[in-house]
T-cell receptor, first 111, second 113 residues
């Protein structure tokens, strides 16, 4: 079983839609949760990180962690075609060094 | 803002050859991480270094070795290359105090033929 499970999609939405991306994790010892965006043939780009439970908002992006259900979510409001990419959730190890990534969800925002 | 630099961007090697990948972290970042991403897969952690010392080890094959130098750049040395080593190799960097903020480079695409 992977440390982080993520629905690979693909997910296709019309421009302006609210997108919900989700991951589940298995080991409660991990404390940091990250969302990365990866365009084709590019390196993952850090979008947001959260520590512990709760929400964190940055512009059109909101990251949510529910430790009781071991659920990580990323919401994208007013989605744009430029948001089309693969979104990877990750969690940091106890030491913080080793990241465990989900398989990534491929998102396409249709103009 | 300066980002992580990786070289080369593309590399083609034959089986059983060796390869060296280089990574230059973001200025003032003291920790470097190496990841391997196969086609359609998520990045897999290989190894990390802090202040020239190995700080964590993941699924790095014994044929691979890495080190970090005094200027914080890092090199990943890969020997006896196999077809299965064909992948994107990413380097990421962070400061020690913010290891949850790992910033990735553009990657080196290694093709083993």
């Amino acid at each position: 079983q992977k440390e982080v499970e993520q629905d690979p999609g693909p997910l296709s939405v019309p421009e302006g839609a609210i997108v919900s991306l989700n991951c589940t994790y298995s080991n409660s010892a991990f404390q940091y949760f990250m969302w990365y965006r990866q365009y084709s043939r590019k390196g993952p780009e850090l979008l947001m990180y959260t520590y512990s439970s709760g929400n964190k908002e940055d512009g059109r992006f909101t990251a949510q962690v529910d430790k009781s259900s071991k659920y990580i979510s990323l919401f994208i409001r007013d989605s744009q075609p430029s948001d089309s990419a693969t979104y990877l959730c990750a969690k940091g190890g106890v030491t913080g060094n080793q990241f465990y990534f989900g398989t990534g969800t491929s998102l396409t925002v249709i103009p | 803002a300066a980002g992580v630099i990786q070289s080369p961007r593309h590399l083609i090697k034959e089986k059983r050859e060796t390869a060296t990948l280089k990574c230059y972290p973001i200025p003032r970042h003291d920790t470097v991480y190496w990841y391997q991403q196969g086609p359609g897969q998520d990045p897999q952690f290989l190894i990390s270094f802090y202040e020239k010392m190995q700080s964590d080890k993941g699924s790095i094959p014994d044929r691979f070795s890495a080190q970090q130098f005094s200027d914080y750049h890092s090199e990943l040395n890969m020997s006896s290359l196999e077809l299965g080593d064909s992948a994107l190799y990413f380097c990421a960097s962070s400061s020690r105090d913010s290891s949850y903020e790992q910033y990735f480079g553009p990657g080196t695409r290694l093709t083993v033929t």
